[in-house]
């Protein structure tokens, strides 16, 4: 079983549309869940991360933890087609990455 | 301020050659990782370096692979020989802490093909 499992899409949605990607993990020994994007012929760029469960909000991006169901979501409010890319989930340390869900949001 | 550099962008070589791959960490950035995606597969961590040595290098595949920081600024990863499923993205990040809280900067990756 992979550590941390992620849909890989692609998922496609119209601008202004609030878009929901999410991540399974399996290793309990995770406490913090990272959210990076990943532009074409970029490198990963970090988002935002959580420690542990709950929320947290930066701008138009809300990540959220549930510890007790393994489950990482990242919620993009009013998205733009400058979001366009790959968002990759990942659990610490060293980081575990998810294989990666690719959005495209169509203006 | 300049941002974590790879270096070549694309690496063409034949089985059994050697490559060895570049990263330049951004100034003052005590830790190195590098990383590597094989396509289709997760992003996957090679090792970390807190400036020159070797802090967990428990994701080098095998002994083809040698990484190097000398001095603890850039850093080197060698494939010798290097074998058909070692193509792949490499990628190399820099932060200034170790904590999972320090942020990791990529650098835009390396892209080898073995042939």
């Known amino acids: 079983q992979k550590e941390v499992e992620q849909d890989p899409g692609p998922l496609s949605v119209p601008e202004g549309a609030i878009v929901s990607l999410n991540c399974t993990y399996s290793n309990s020994a995770f406490q913090y869940f990272m959210w990076y994007r990943q532009y074409s012929r970029k490198g990963p760029e970090l988002l935002m991360y959580?420690?542990?469960?709950g929320n947290k909000e930066d701008g138009r991006f809300t990540a959220q933890v549930d510890k007790s169901s393994k489950y990482i979501s990242l919620f993009i409010r009013d998205s733009q087609p400058s979001d366009s890319a790959t968002y990759l989930c990942a659990g610490n340390t060293p980081l575990v990455f998810g294989k990666g869900t690719r959005l495209s949001v169509i203006a | 301020e300049a941002g974590v550099t790879q270096f070549p962008s694309h690496s063409v070589i034949e089985k059994g050659q050697t490559v060895t791959l570049r990263c330049d960490p951004i100034?003052?950035?005590?830790?190195l990782y590098w990383y590597r995606r094989v396509m289709g597969k997760e992003i996957k961590f090679l090792l970390h370096f807190v400036k020159e040595s070797k802090q967990d290098e428990s994701g080098m595949p095998n002994n083809r692979f040698l990484a190097e920081r000398t001095g603890g600024t850039y850093s080197t990863l060698k494939v010798q020989p290097a074998e058909l499923e070692d193509s792949g993205v490499y990628f190399c990040a820099s932060s200034q802490g170790a904590r999972a809280t320090d942020t990791q900067y990529f650098g835009p990756g390396t892209r080898l093909t073995v042939l």
């Open positions: 100034s003052g950035h005590d830790n």
């Open positions: 959580t420690y542990s469960s």
